[in-house]
């Protein structure tokens, strides 16, 4: 669907099949000889356009935004088009009422499926939350996966069960769905836990509907032909004509059993219906009337599953005359699979480069954190700028590598630190087999003025080293004559000031030595330079004698200790004030999580470089640090309230870092959380 080139003379050729207007499906092929060749497929039994896309540009992401925004103008056009005969054929639905979705996509989320298995059972997800919560970990959302429903022919295989009707299964769920859902509820345990989704196919269920059940019984069905392949055969799902009141009624037995959110996988069945006029009447008015009830019942959120089909892609995804969702960015996490876990993350990465462009954010699926590539795959979600689901064993966490995601606020939620760009590939020509690290590269704050990060990855069966320069970093200008120090986060260590200007941007370089497994995240931040006259600084303290200027490099860290710490910081500032000093303003997301971790964590599993997590605090880089002292120089406060002398400290690791424990401080102080769940800490920095 997506190629690209990199043509003789450095520009990149970007070229891309759309799909979506007039049922006409267009894909790219090869002819065995180096020729690429286009595909049409049309449904309609009128003549359609198959469409290609090419640009070329210099630079990849400028070609393949090109591509991208003309095709999402033409099937917009091709949208507005069909509107009115589409909202004609609309009924009235539930009315949509406004809610605030931050926590679906900021919130630490746990998915039954790989931990509890297909055995489901109201047990089994009341042992699950009990075992988080006694761990320590705290859920915002609870994702109940595959196998809560009726089904027939419960003991056969995935395809061969199909679904009965609305309610769970009774031998699982004795008191219904509803059930489970007021124990979760109704436990004030439980408060925390603010949305519970559940699983289901875009069609009911793999095998489609049962002819045996209530939902047959109450809804036009029509029988489809599916296309030869693993899972041939026939299946049996609700007529077009029936579809917006079968999504309507079920999602609204949903929300009637505490239910506020949904999975909906398999959606690529609907491209796997053979029959032309079948696929014409319902791919469309599946996908709408999917969009329309999530969107009424459940505010947005809803996860968009196995559905990177171009039909469904194009239809539903690239528009942006809608909110957007989550869309799972790749095929499952197969814990048993050591050969799947480097590849996953590649793919995850590389799929980014279209996805990024459409009206999604990218899942890239779940997770188990004690599993032996826990780290690789939690480092993978920090930097991909979507959300984090884990699908732990019960009593099976690694506490330390959670809290590396997470922080805590100061009304007590756990939230994740998503960076504010999607996380995609850097390196857009490298294959998974070239013996090459994989760079996935996002940003966090403002142009100028924000972070670039580098999650760094060793995919190879072998160890890696690497020089990185700094202009590989996002949102690092290659003509920019901006400083910036680089801090890595499993050791801590930071580097010395480098740029991009032309005298010094041949040594604005670090070394990255990865063993099989390894990894890293790279942040590069922007440092702020306060250049003192002399005799102005004398003047303020008379008793100081200076020699020369008085020169300081200043940057803020966001929260050590976690993956992207920098994600924490919603705004800083830092600026020279008239009393002789320099002010660092920092205003937090959370507080992150004070103290040790519980457990010493193998080098190989969590980290390249250190052994033993460190309290988890925001970090303020100064140059020079050696000659400032505390608290006779630096003092700091939150909210205007002073901090206890020993909450400060200079880094253990890297001598030009103070280190603040924020959550400390704010239980010492006694502080109460404010209007919203934000931190303000200023740092004030006498001149030595």
């Keep these: 669907m997506l190629c690209s080139f990199l ?11 759309v799909s979506g207007i007039r049922d006409v499906t267009t894909t790219f092929n090869d002819d065995g000889n180096g020729h ?9 039994e009128q003549l359609g356009p198959a469409i290609a896309l090419v640009a070329v540009a210099k630079s990849f992401d400028v070609a393949n935004a090109s591509v991208m925004y003309k095709a999402r103008r033409m099937v917009m056009d091709h949208a507005i088009e069909q509107e009115s005969q589409a909202q004609k054929s609309l009924p009235e639905l539930h009315p949509p009422s406004p809610q605030w979705i931050e926590e679906w996509y ?95 196919s875009i069609v009911g269920y793999w095998g489609g509907i049962s002819p045996d059940g209530s939902i047959a019984q109450n809804y036009k069905t029509i029988t489809v032909p599916k296309k030869p392949g693993e899972h041939t055969g026939e299946m049996l799902v609700v007529d077009e004509q029936d579809v917006h009141r079968f999504y309507n009624d079920f999602y609204s037995f949903l929300a009637e059993s505490r239910i506020d959110s949904v999975k909906t996988d398999a959606q690529f069945l609907l491209d796997e219906i053979a029959s032309a006029p079948a696929r014409r009447s319902l791919i469309n008015s599946y996908l709408d009337s999917w969009t329309i009830t999530q969107l009424r019942y459940f505010a947005g959120r809803a996860i968009s599953c196995m559905s990177l089909s171009p039909p469904i892609l194009f239809h539903s995804l690239l528009p942006t005359n809608r909110p957007q969702v989550l869309l799972r960015n790749s095929d499952d996490f197969y814990p048993n699979e050591p050969a799947s876990h480097p590849w996953h993350i590649f793919c995850n990465a590389y799929n980014a480069l279209l996805t990024q462009h459409l009206n999604v954010v990218p899942d890239w699926d779940m997770f188990q954190t004690a599993h032996p590539w826990g780290a690789f795959h939690a480092a993978a979600r920090c930097v991909s700028g979507g959300p984090i689901y884990i699908t732990d064993v019960p009593g099976e966490h690694d506490i330390g590598l959670i809290r ?150 200043v940057a803020v860290l966001g929260l050590l200790g976690k993956m992207t710490g920098a994600a924490a910081v919603l705004e800083s500032k830092t600026n020279e004030v008239v009393s002789g000093r320099i002010k660092v303003f920092a205003r937090l997301k959370g507080l992150g999580v004070l103290g040790e971790c519980p457990r010493f964590i193998p080098r190989s599993e969590t980290f390249n470089n250190m052994d033993v997590l460190t309290h988890f605090m925001i970090g303020i880089y100064v140059s020079d640090l050696a000659r400032w002292t505390i608290p006779s120089d630096i003092f700091v406060t939150i909210y205007g309230r002073p901090v206890p002398a020993h909450t400060v400290k200079v880094s253990d690791v890297t001598k030009n870092v103070i280190e603040i424990d924020v959550e400390r401080a704010w239980k010492e102080t006694d502080q109460q959380a404010r209007w919203s769940n934000e931190v303000e800490v200023e740092t004030y920095l006498n001149i030595p």
């Design 7 to 17: 043509r003789y003379d450095g520009h990149s050729v970007v070229m891309l099949a």
């Design 36 to 44: 690429i060749t286009i595909r049409g497929s049309n449904d309609r």
């Design 106 to 200: 900021d919130g630490l989320t746990y998915c039954t499926w790989n931990g509890l298995g297909i055995s489901l059972s109201e047990a089994s997800v009341l042992k699950a939350i009990d075992s988080l919560r006694n761990d320590g970990i705290q859920i915002t959302n609870l994702i109940i996966d595959d196998n809560w429903q009726s089904l027939d022919h419960p003991e056969g295989e995935q395809y061969d069960r199909r679904w009965l009707n609305f309610e769970a299964n009774k031998e699982g769920f004795p008191n219904g769905l509803r059930g489970l859902t007021d124990k979760i509820r109704n436990d004030w345990k439980n408060q925390k836990l603010l949305h519970i989704a559940v699983w289901h």
């Design 404 to 553: 590396q995601m997470t922080i805590d606020t100061s009304t007590e939620r756990t939230r994740i630190l998503r960076p504010d760009m999607v996380g995609k590939a850097t390196q857009v020509y490298t294959g998974y087999d070239e013996d090459a690290l994989l760079k996935v590269g996002t940003y966090v704050g403002h142009a100028h003025t924000g972070t670039g990060i580098l999650g760094i990855f060793n995919v190879s069966q072998k160890p890696l080293a690497e020089l990185l320069r700094l202009d590989e970093f996002p949102g690092v200008g290659v003509n920019s004559d901006s400083s910036y120090v680089i801090r890595a986060h499993t050791s801590g260590k930071v580097s010395e000031p480098m740029s991009l200007a032309k005298t010094t941007r041949a040594k604005a370089i670090v070394s990255m030595d990865l063993p099989v497994k390894g990894w890293e995240i790279l942040s590069a931040y922007p440092l702020n330079h306060f250049e003192l006259d002399p005799q102005t600084v004398s003047s303020m303290f008379p008793h100081i004698r200076m020699k020369a200027a008085t020169s300081v490099s």
